[in-house]
């Protein structure tokens, strides 16, 4: 199966539809009026949806099982066509969207099943997917321009030659994926007058300012402490969202000291230092967190 290991999971809709054709208007009738020797097709043809629905990795290699949180099944009639509506919701890293299309075809052929006795012409068409929501597409932030980064890695030893940089590599990556155009990268000591000097020098040309390195609790990671004093506001979510997201895959999470807050229009981050951390960071607020730059331009939540 895919890794979804470093998604976040959110809020997954998805609805699907099938479409039942049958022959002729007296099968219509017996369906309606409850009159189909095998029992009630519109009860027995939902229940074996949504027992399809929970199982849809049993069925589908690459699906994953996931917990689902809600599913509803409705019919609509249209002349000798009997239209499922299937939906499904859940929390969770991944779609929904097989599953409720494995959902609405298992409704259709337990309504064929049923109903074959009584018609022998009986056809299951347009199964398809006809909206989904919760997932990338559904936010995605648009700027007329585009976003520019500075990148600094705080760091004793890789600014004096001793160990070479990956953290700061990860995160030019990571930006350059989600459409960031990284203007500076830069080494620099663990030293908190330098630390604010780019801070300041850097956030006047370039929306989003990260550090890497020094938020551990060592006499030199002095990250945190350089940056709080001109931070504007503290955004806590950002720094709780990181640490949640680490906590979940590393237990040592829980001693970062992260830090997220604005400096003007500018979005300031100071993340882990370690490589995996670093990159378990940048999962874990990308590319939602660009959304801030929506709201610090004065656009409400709604408008969006």
Request: hydrophobic share 40%; with cysteine; charged share 25%.
């Amino acid at each position: 199966m895919v890794d979804i290991t470093h998604k976040i999971s959110t809020l997954r809709v998805a609805t699907a539809t099938a479409v039942v054709k049958v022959s002729k208007q007296e099968t219509i009738d017996a369906v309606v009026n409850n009159l189909v020797p095998k029992g009630n097709v519109f009860e027995m043809a939902k229940t074996a949806g949504l027992f399809a629905v929970k199982n849809t990795h049993l069925s589908i290699p690459d699906c994953h099982p996931l917990p689902i949180e809600f599913t509803s099944v409705e019919y609509n009639i249209e002349g000798l066509d009997i239209h499922i509506i299937f939906k499904v919701k859940t929390v969770y890293k991944t779609g929904v969207e097989v599953e409720a299309m494995h959902g609405a075809s298992i409704v259709a052929l337990t309504m064929y099943d049923m109903l074959k006795p009584i018609d022998k012409e009986i056809e299951i068409s347009t199964i398809k997917l006809i909206n989904k929501e919760g997932g990338k597409s559904s936010f995605k932030n648009k700027f007329p321009n585009a976003i520019k980064a500075a990148v600094f890695v705080c760091s004793d030893s890789i600014f004096a030659g001793d160990k070479e940089d990956r953290s700061g590599k990860v995160i030019v990556e990571k930006l350059e994926s989600h459409g960031v155009e990284t203007s500076h990268y830069e080494i620099i000591p663990d030293e908190l007058d330098i630390i604010q000097e780019k801070t300041k020098a850097f956030a006047e040309e370039n929306q989003l300012v990260i550090f890497t390195g020094g938020t551990g609790l060592s006499p030199r990671d002095v990250t945190p402490e350089a940056l709080a004093p001109l931070l504007e506001s503290r955004i806590p979510g950002i720094e709780e969202a990181i640490r949640s997201y680490g906590q979940e895959r590393m237990p040592y999470a829980m001693l970062s000291r992260s830090v997220a807050g604005t400096l003007g229009k500018t979005l300031v981050l100071a993340l882990p230092g370690s490589t995996n951390g670093v990159r378990e960071s940048m999962d874990a607020i990308f590319p939602h967190v660009l959304h801030v730059f929506h709201i610090l331009k004065g656009k409400n939540h709604d408008s969006l």
